[in-house]
């Protein structure tokens, strides 16, 4: 039986009050992560950003946005690695459609 392969994007926030190189540290670490368990089709980095709304008294984050491409079971621990990480305020992981 063939494997089952999914579309994904996950976006991250990191707190961007870190030092630049923490933070470039970071997001090549969850690159790193999502290319070793599938594949990764674009990176995009929007940088720093005002949020919607303060979390945790802070007002700006680094995002970055990651469309890959794995298997079903990948994204739930790429969930639980991001909210075990410090530094990161925020993510999501939606599977695109077909």
Same mark, same amino acid.
């Given at each position: ?37 599938? /594949? ?8 720093? #950003? $005002?949020? +919607? ?12 946005l990651v469309n890959f ?15 075990? /990480? ?8 939606? #599977? $695109?459609? +077909?």
């Amino acid at each position: 039986m063939a494997e089952i392969i999914n579309k994904y994007e996950t976006i991250f926030v990191l707190d961007s009050a870190l030092e630049e190189e923490k933070i470039t540290a970071l997001s090549e670490k969850f690159q790193k992560l999502i290319a070793d368990n599938g /594949t990764v089709e674009s990176v995009d980095v929007w940088g720093k #950003r $005002k949020l +919607a709304y303060p979390i945790d008294f802070k007002t700006e984050g680094y995002y970055v946005l990651v469309n890959f491409a794995s298997n079903p079971e990948f994204p739930k621990e790429l969930e639980r690695i991001y909210g075990i /990480t410090d530094g990161v305020m925020r993510s999501i992981t939606i #599977r $695109k459609e +077909a």
